[in-house]
């Protein structure tokens, strides 16, 4: 067999072979009382090597406080935004409901103008044509013979076209007290 020369980690300058190189080759009898003789702090050492080693490869996770800190900031954040939010989203409901308003008394006064009839009240299917195609109010208003009619996308909530020479209305229920005042729907009228 042939022997290669290493040097050890010492740095002895020690000549091994496959035989007496434990770690890399092959342990044989040689090897074994070799490491039966080693003293106890030597051996010590050697297992706190291990331990260190297996400490690197093994990956750190989170631990369970951690993880619920981070679960308690996150909803800390959420009880903070979701209010501010849902706000929001009602005043925005609010403006798109002030907007159709608007879009009723300027399709009344086209209503009027067209018709040169002016104190009439004018039903839903009178006014359908002068909105845009598949549009809320379009939608709303399809084959409506009444005064009144629902906005399908906000509950509780109803227009009224009233007369051409009185300005449209809306009934929210109460709906956006909350978000806004009363104000809000100058200079139209809220029930």
Known sequence: MKQGKWADRKGSGAILTRQNRPGLFQLNRSSILNLSSKTDKQLTTQKNIKMRIQKRNTARGFTLVEIMIVVAIIALLAVIAVPNFLRARKRGQ??????????????????????MKSGIQPLGEDLRGYFVTNSTLYNALFNST??????????????????????????????????????????YTSN
């Open 94 to 115: 609010a403006t798109s409901l002030l907007n159709n308003l608007r879009l009723i008394d300027a399709a009344k006064d086209q209503y009027t103008i067209e018709t």
């Open 146 to 187: 009444q005064t009144t009619f629902f906005d399908g996308r906000v509950n509780n909530v109803t227009y009224y076209i009233n007369a051409t020479d009185v300005l449209p209305s809306i009934d929210t229920e109460g709906a956006f007290s909350d978000v806004i005042d009363s104000s809000f729907w100058s200079p």
